[in-house]
Protein backbone atom coordinates (compact mmCIF):
# COMPACT_ATOMS: atom_id res chain seq x y z
CA UNK A 1 0.00 0.00 0.00
CA UNK A 2 1.48 3.44 -0.98
CA UNK A 3 -0.81 6.20 0.28
CA UNK A 4 -1.73 9.04 -2.70
CA UNK A 5 0.40 12.09 0.07
CA UNK A 6 3.03 10.06 0.16
CA UNK A 7 3.33 9.44 -3.65
CA UNK A 8 2.54 12.96 -4.26
CA UNK A 9 5.75 13.94 -1.42
CA UNK A 10 8.02 11.15 -3.53
CA UNK A 11 7.29 13.18 -6.99
CA UNK A 12 7.57 17.22 -5.46
CA UNK A 13 10.83 16.17 -3.56
CA UNK A 14 9.57 16.64 -0.02
CA UNK A 15 10.21 13.37 1.09
CA UNK A 16 13.99 14.34 0.95
CA UNK A 17 13.05 17.33 3.37
CA UNK A 18 14.02 15.97 6.50
CA UNK A 19 14.45 19.10 8.25
CA UNK A 20 13.09 22.13 6.28
CA UNK A 21 16.28 24.94 5.94
CA UNK A 22 13.36 27.61 6.14
CA UNK A 23 10.42 26.25 8.43
CA UNK A 24 8.65 29.44 7.24
CA UNK A 25 8.91 28.13 3.68
CA UNK A 26 5.56 27.62 2.63
CA UNK A 27 4.93 24.74 0.82
CA UNK A 28 2.47 25.91 -1.94
CA UNK A 29 5.17 28.57 -2.93
CA UNK A 30 7.43 28.31 -6.27
CA UNK A 31 10.34 28.44 -3.73
CA UNK A 32 12.95 25.72 -4.31
CA UNK A 33 15.41 23.99 -2.32
CA UNK A 34 18.32 21.98 -3.97
CA UNK A 35 18.54 18.43 -1.53
CA UNK A 36 21.00 16.26 -2.25
CA UNK A 37 19.14 12.34 -3.10
CA UNK A 38 21.31 9.63 -1.98
CA UNK A 39 21.84 7.14 -3.75
CA UNK A 40 20.01 3.49 -3.18
CA UNK A 41 22.09 1.67 -5.55
CA UNK A 42 23.76 -0.50 -2.63
CA UNK A 43 19.99 -0.87 -1.12
CA UNK A 44 18.64 -1.94 -4.36
CA UNK A 45 21.68 -4.18 -5.18
CA UNK A 46 21.06 -5.88 -1.50
CA UNK A 47 17.34 -6.64 -1.94
CA UNK A 48 17.50 -8.10 -4.99
CA UNK A 49 19.89 -10.58 -4.02
CA UNK A 50 18.10 -11.60 -1.39
CA UNK A 51 15.09 -12.00 -3.24
CA UNK A 52 16.85 -14.32 -5.62
CA UNK A 53 18.04 -16.35 -2.59
CA UNK A 54 14.77 -16.59 -1.39
CA UNK A 55 13.13 -17.32 -4.63
CA UNK A 56 15.91 -20.51 -5.23
CA UNK A 57 15.38 -21.93 -1.86
CA UNK A 58 11.16 -21.61 -2.21
CA UNK A 59 11.47 -23.16 -5.58
CA UNK A 60 14.40 -25.76 -4.16
CA UNK A 61 13.10 -27.34 -0.80
CA UNK A 62 9.24 -26.69 -1.31
CA UNK A 63 8.69 -30.31 -3.08
CA UNK A 64 9.26 -31.79 -0.23
CA UNK A 65 7.21 -30.02 2.16
CA UNK A 66 4.35 -29.60 0.20
CA UNK A 67 0.92 -27.96 1.79
CA UNK A 68 -1.15 -30.30 0.00
CA UNK A 69 0.82 -33.42 1.45
CA UNK A 70 -1.53 -32.64 5.04
CA UNK A 71 -4.47 -33.69 2.84
CA UNK A 72 -2.97 -37.24 2.17
CA UNK A 73 -4.28 -40.26 5.35
CA UNK A 74 -1.14 -41.07 5.80
CA UNK A 75 -0.12 -37.75 7.09
CA UNK A 76 -3.19 -37.58 8.96
CA UNK A 77 -3.55 -40.86 10.64
CA UNK A 78 -0.29 -42.01 10.59
CA UNK A 79 2.03 -39.31 12.56
CA UNK A 80 2.44 -38.11 15.82
CA UNK A 81 0.91 -34.61 17.25
CA UNK A 82 4.56 -33.29 17.30
CA UNK A 83 5.78 -34.71 13.36
CA UNK A 84 2.51 -32.77 12.48
CA UNK A 85 3.29 -29.37 14.21
CA UNK A 86 7.24 -29.91 12.55
CA UNK A 87 5.96 -30.52 9.40
CA UNK A 88 3.44 -27.52 9.17
CA UNK A 89 6.25 -25.29 10.81
CA UNK A 90 8.59 -26.25 7.91
CA UNK A 91 6.40 -26.00 5.64
CA UNK A 92 5.36 -22.66 6.27
CA UNK A 93 8.29 -21.40 6.46
CA UNK A 94 9.21 -22.43 2.76
CA UNK A 95 5.82 -20.71 1.82
CA UNK A 96 6.32 -17.32 3.52
CA UNK A 97 9.17 -17.22 1.22
CA UNK A 98 7.63 -16.82 -2.02
CA UNK A 99 5.79 -13.74 -0.09
CA UNK A 100 9.25 -12.51 1.25
CA UNK A 101 10.51 -12.51 -2.33
CA UNK A 102 7.74 -10.46 -4.27
CA UNK A 103 7.59 -8.02 -0.93
CA UNK A 104 11.68 -7.85 -0.64
CA UNK A 105 12.05 -7.52 -4.85
CA UNK A 106 8.70 -4.67 -5.46
CA UNK A 107 10.77 -2.84 -2.83
CA UNK A 108 13.74 -2.93 -4.37
CA UNK A 109 12.25 -1.62 -7.18
CA UNK A 110 10.90 1.05 -5.42
CA UNK A 111 13.79 2.16 -3.89
CA UNK A 112 15.60 2.14 -7.82
CA UNK A 113 12.81 4.73 -8.64
CA UNK A 114 13.57 6.58 -5.39
CA UNK A 115 10.65 6.13 -3.45
CA UNK A 116 10.81 4.48 0.19
CA UNK A 117 13.81 7.03 1.52
CA UNK A 118 13.24 7.75 5.22
CA UNK A 119 16.67 9.72 5.92
CA UNK A 120 19.67 8.90 7.63
CA UNK A 121 20.67 6.89 10.68
CA UNK A 122 23.21 7.74 13.56
CA UNK A 123 26.02 6.86 11.08
CA UNK A 124 25.22 8.79 8.35
CA UNK A 125 23.88 5.85 6.51
CA UNK A 126 20.59 6.38 4.90
CA UNK A 127 17.35 4.23 5.38
CA UNK A 128 15.17 3.07 2.85
CA UNK A 129 12.20 1.25 4.36
CA UNK A 130 9.49 3.52 4.37
CA UNK A 131 7.63 1.47 2.37
CA UNK A 132 8.91 -2.13 3.19
CA UNK A 133 6.33 -4.23 3.79
CA UNK A 134 7.65 -7.22 5.69
CA UNK A 135 10.67 -7.52 8.41
CA UNK A 136 11.84 -10.95 7.90
CA UNK A 137 14.29 -11.07 11.35
CA UNK A 138 11.28 -9.47 13.13
CA UNK A 139 8.62 -11.58 12.16
CA UNK A 140 10.63 -15.16 12.45
CA UNK A 141 12.05 -13.89 15.93
CA UNK A 142 9.27 -12.60 17.32
CA UNK A 143 8.40 -13.48 20.69
CA UNK A 144 4.95 -12.46 20.47
CA UNK A 145 1.57 -12.83 18.01
CA UNK A 146 1.30 -9.26 17.86
CA UNK A 147 5.08 -8.36 16.77
CA UNK A 148 4.85 -11.33 14.44
CA UNK A 149 1.45 -9.96 12.68
CA UNK A 150 3.24 -5.76 12.68
CA UNK A 151 6.04 -7.43 11.11
CA UNK A 152 3.71 -8.88 8.18
CA UNK A 153 2.38 -6.93 5.54
CA UNK A 154 2.77 -3.52 7.05
CA UNK A 155 0.65 -1.92 3.99
CA UNK A 156 -2.07 -3.35 4.33
CA UNK A 157 -1.87 -3.23 8.43
CA UNK A 158 -1.90 0.47 8.51
CA UNK A 159 -4.19 0.48 5.86
CA UNK A 160 -6.90 -1.45 7.95
CA UNK A 161 -6.00 0.16 11.25
CA UNK A 162 -6.76 3.43 9.34
CA UNK A 163 -10.05 1.93 7.49
CA UNK A 164 -11.14 -0.12 10.05
CA UNK A 165 -9.89 -0.05 13.73
CA UNK A 166 -9.49 3.61 14.59
CA UNK A 167 -13.31 3.98 13.21
CA UNK A 168 -15.10 1.69 15.40
CA UNK A 169 -15.58 1.73 19.02
CA UNK A 170 -16.52 -1.76 19.52
CA UNK A 171 -15.02 -4.87 18.32
CA UNK A 172 -12.67 -3.00 16.71
CA UNK A 173 -10.03 -6.36 16.77
CA UNK A 174 -12.72 -9.09 15.17
CA UNK A 175 -13.97 -6.56 12.52
CA UNK A 176 -10.49 -5.44 11.30
CA UNK A 177 -9.69 -9.23 10.97
CA UNK A 178 -13.12 -10.19 8.85
CA UNK A 179 -12.20 -7.25 6.66
CA UNK A 180 -8.99 -8.51 6.23
CA UNK A 181 -10.75 -11.73 5.71
CA UNK A 182 -13.31 -10.98 2.86
CA UNK A 183 -10.99 -8.47 1.28
CA UNK A 184 -8.69 -11.87 0.51
CA UNK A 185 -11.44 -13.36 -0.95
CA UNK A 186 -14.27 -16.29 -0.55
CA UNK A 187 -12.41 -19.15 0.30
CA UNK A 188 -13.09 -21.21 3.69
CA UNK A 189 -9.27 -21.54 4.61
CA UNK A 190 -9.06 -17.45 4.93
CA UNK A 191 -12.05 -17.74 7.26
CA UNK A 192 -10.34 -20.00 9.77
CA UNK A 193 -7.11 -18.66 9.39
CA UNK A 194 -8.48 -14.90 10.30
CA UNK A 195 -10.99 -16.87 12.86
CA UNK A 196 -7.74 -18.33 14.48
CA UNK A 197 -6.17 -15.25 14.22
CA UNK A 198 -8.86 -13.28 16.55
CA UNK A 199 -9.21 -16.27 19.11
CA UNK A 200 -5.43 -16.10 19.63
CA UNK A 201 -5.05 -12.62 19.86
CA UNK A 202 -7.55 -12.55 22.82
CA UNK A 203 -5.83 -15.62 24.19
CA UNK A 204 -2.32 -13.73 23.69
CA UNK A 205 -3.61 -10.41 25.17
CA UNK A 206 -5.45 -12.18 28.66
CA UNK A 207 -2.24 -14.20 29.37
CA UNK A 208 0.64 -11.62 29.05
CA UNK A 209 -1.60 -9.23 31.14
CA UNK A 210 -1.89 -11.90 33.65
CA UNK A 211 1.87 -13.91 33.85
CA UNK A 212 4.16 -10.85 32.06
CA UNK A 213 4.32 -9.21 35.15
CA UNK A 214 6.01 -11.88 37.07
CA UNK A 215 8.73 -12.55 34.35
CA UNK A 216 10.41 -9.00 34.26
CA UNK A 217 11.92 -8.03 37.02
CA UNK A 218 15.26 -10.14 36.42
CA UNK A 219 17.08 -10.83 33.05
CA UNK A 220 16.97 -14.60 33.44
CA UNK A 221 13.41 -14.74 34.53
CA UNK A 222 12.38 -12.59 31.29
CA UNK A 223 14.60 -14.58 28.94
CA UNK A 224 12.75 -17.50 29.89
CA UNK A 225 9.75 -15.69 29.29
CA UNK A 226 11.35 -14.52 25.93
CA UNK A 227 11.80 -18.70 25.15
CA UNK A 228 8.70 -19.73 25.97
CA UNK A 229 6.82 -17.04 24.05
CA UNK A 230 9.13 -17.10 20.75
CA UNK A 231 7.90 -21.11 20.60
CA UNK A 232 4.40 -20.47 21.22
CA UNK A 233 4.18 -18.04 18.97
CA UNK A 234 6.00 -20.39 16.00
CA UNK A 235 3.37 -22.78 16.88
CA UNK A 236 0.11 -20.60 16.77
CA UNK A 237 1.64 -19.25 13.55
CA UNK A 238 2.01 -22.61 11.72
CA UNK A 239 -1.40 -23.80 13.77
CA UNK A 240 -3.57 -20.99 12.07
CA UNK A 241 -1.77 -20.63 8.81
CA UNK A 242 -1.66 -23.88 7.19
CA UNK A 243 -5.30 -23.51 6.22
CA UNK A 244 -4.40 -19.66 4.52
CA UNK A 245 -2.15 -21.66 1.65
CA UNK A 246 -4.83 -24.72 1.66
CA UNK A 247 -7.46 -22.70 1.20
CA UNK A 248 -9.97 -26.21 1.82
CA UNK A 249 -12.18 -25.97 4.41
CA UNK A 250 -13.21 -30.02 5.29
CA UNK A 251 -9.20 -31.16 5.26
CA UNK A 252 -8.60 -28.14 6.84
CA UNK A 253 -10.81 -29.71 9.60
CA UNK A 254 -10.44 -33.34 9.52
CA UNK A 255 -6.59 -32.04 10.52
CA UNK A 256 -7.53 -29.74 13.35
CA UNK A 257 -9.38 -32.93 15.01
CA UNK A 258 -6.49 -35.45 14.61
CA UNK A 259 -4.49 -32.55 16.14
CA UNK A 260 -7.01 -32.57 19.17
CA UNK A 261 -7.49 -29.05 18.54
CA UNK A 262 -4.73 -28.75 20.91
CA UNK A 263 -4.20 -24.71 20.85
CA UNK A 264 -7.76 -24.17 20.06
CA UNK A 265 -8.52 -25.76 23.77
CA UNK A 266 -5.88 -23.88 25.21
CA UNK A 267 -6.75 -20.51 23.47
CA UNK A 268 -10.39 -21.19 25.01
CA UNK A 269 -9.06 -22.14 28.61
CA UNK A 270 -7.03 -18.96 28.38
CA UNK A 271 -10.18 -16.44 28.21
CA UNK A 272 -12.09 -18.58 29.99
CA UNK A 273 -10.12 -19.74 33.19
CA UNK A 274 -7.24 -17.49 33.50
CA UNK A 275 -9.29 -14.54 33.99
CA UNK A 276 -11.38 -16.31 36.91
CA UNK A 277 -7.92 -17.61 38.19
CA UNK A 278 -5.51 -15.18 38.54
CA UNK A 279 -5.14 -11.31 39.26
CA UNK A 280 -4.21 -8.69 36.60
CA UNK A 281 -2.74 -6.45 39.14
CA UNK A 282 0.76 -5.65 38.52
CA UNK A 283 2.88 -6.92 41.48
CA UNK A 284 3.63 -3.84 43.89
CA UNK A 285 1.77 -1.48 41.84
CA UNK A 286 -1.89 -0.63 43.17
CA UNK A 287 -4.51 -0.95 40.46
CA UNK A 288 -5.35 3.01 40.56
CA UNK A 289 -1.73 4.03 40.08
CA UNK A 290 -1.39 0.88 37.20
CA UNK A 291 -4.71 2.40 35.77
CA UNK A 292 -3.26 5.80 35.98
CA UNK A 293 -0.37 5.15 34.27
CA UNK A 294 -2.05 3.44 31.23
CA UNK A 295 -4.44 6.56 30.92
CA UNK A 296 -1.95 8.45 30.82
CA UNK A 297 -0.03 6.93 28.32
CA UNK A 298 -2.83 6.55 26.38
CA UNK A 299 -3.53 10.01 26.65
CA UNK A 300 -0.38 11.22 25.30
CA UNK A 301 0.16 8.68 22.48
CA UNK A 302 -1.27 9.52 19.00
CA UNK A 303 -3.17 7.12 16.93
CA UNK A 304 -0.67 7.61 14.32
CA UNK A 305 2.64 7.33 15.74
CA UNK A 306 1.32 4.11 17.61
CA UNK A 307 2.46 0.83 16.35
CA UNK A 308 1.43 0.44 13.08
CA UNK A 309 -0.74 -2.56 14.01
CA UNK A 310 -2.60 -1.64 17.06
CA UNK A 311 -5.62 -4.09 16.26
CA UNK A 312 -3.88 -6.58 16.93
CA UNK A 313 -2.44 -5.61 19.95
Sequence with gaps: VLFYKDYMD??????????????SLDNNSNSRTVVLEPSPCIVVFKKVA???????MFVKFIPMFTVQAVKEDDFVENTTLVYKFLYLGTSMLLVRFKYYFAWIFADAICNNAGIGFTGFDTNGNSNWDGFSNIHILKFELSTSLRDSIDAWNIGTNRWLRIIVYERVNKRATILTYALSAVWHGFYPGYYLTFAGGALFTFAARTMRRRF???????????????????????LVMAYITFTFVLLEFW??????????????ILALLALILVPRLTSKTVPGISSSIANGRVAHALKQASPLTNSVSNHHD
Design 10 to 23: FIDGKNLLQTPPNK
Design 50 to 56: LSILLAA
Design 212 to 234: RHYFIETKESKFIYDVMTFTVTR
Design 251 to 264: PSIRLYLHMYLCLH
